[in-house]
């Protein structure tokens, strides 16, 4: 099946990619493209969102960028002004910044705290504050916030800050759905496991293994049932049909990715 999302606007916040490869908002922007949206993709790091771009348009897709910090009110508008100003709408809204600080409530400082809440929960809140009276006035439009695993269980580290953020991004988007149900708004959530993505190279490798990205990868896949962990397209392929109008009845859902990790007990 192609073109499910023809001729729609898709507003993707954090997408490019920490490291080479597809993390979940470059692969969500690519594929929106490739089903037929005009993409408008946004991140901090300017490199990373162009070299999105370069793939989509490669591809014979179509694709603006914009640089700015979704952590900053003023930043988020003008993302949000500088899409309706390349495409005159936004139908679709892709909230995919998201991140952790290992540690727990007395390991963590005041200032790391902060941070996550701001980065996992304050994005989405920005964008749809400023996205969401643009869909109301179309009388149409679907939101899909990026999750994690981590805000239903324990994988087995202290992320005390992420699993708040993540639970609280699930009952954030769970309240938009309900408030903008009788609008034409939707709003559901992927909840991803264990993915292999670069953010785990680049990251948790030296967060939780002393930089040994081989055992980090092995002990995660370890930990799926599914023998492996999953990858950025698994999630992109989830966000995909939330966005499309396959799930024009479909709003305060969510769609577990995790290959089984959350069936079990650690």
Request: aromatic share 8%.
């Amino acid at each position: 099946m192609t073109g499910r999302i023809e001729g729609k606007v898709a507003l993707v916040v954090g997408a490019g990619s920490v490291g080479e490869g597809y993390g979940n908002g470059k692969a969500a922007a690519v594929l929106y493209a490739r089903e037929g949206a005009k993409v408008f993709a946004v991140d901090i790091d300017e490199a990373a969102v162009t070299e999105t771009k370069r793939i989509i348009e490669n591809e014979g897709g179509v694709c603006a960028t914009h640089t700015g910090d979704a952590m900053k009110a003023d930043q988020v508008e003008a993302m949000v002004n500088a899409c309706m100003g390349e495409y005159g709408r936004i139908d679709i809204l892709h909230n995919n910044c998201g991140g952790s600080i290992p540690g727990g409530p007395a390991e963590l400082s005041e200032e790391d705290w902060d941070f996550q809440i701001d980065f996992n929960l304050k994005t989405a809140f920005l964008a749809c504050k400023y996205v969401l009276p643009i869909m109301e006035k179309q009388g149409s439009g679907a939101i899909v916030n990026i999750s994690s695993i981590a805000s239903r269980t324990n994988i087995g580290r202290r992320l005390c800050a992420y699993q708040a953020s993540k639970a609280g991004l699930i009952q954030f988007s769970n309240a938009v759905a309900f408030q903008y149900a009788g609008k034409g708004v939707r709003s559901n959530c992927v909840v991803p496991g264990l993915m292999h993505t670069p953010l785990v190279e680049a990251r948790v490798a030296g967060q939780a293994y002393d930089g040994d990205v081989a055992k980090a990868i092995a002990d995660r896949d370890a930990m799926c049932p599914a023998g492996k962990m999953g990858d950025a397209w698994d999630v992109a392929y989830a966000a995909l049909y939330l966005a499309s109008d396959e799930a024009r009845y479909v709003t305060g859902a969510e769609i577990v990715v995790d290959g089984g990790v959350t069936l079990k007990s650690f």
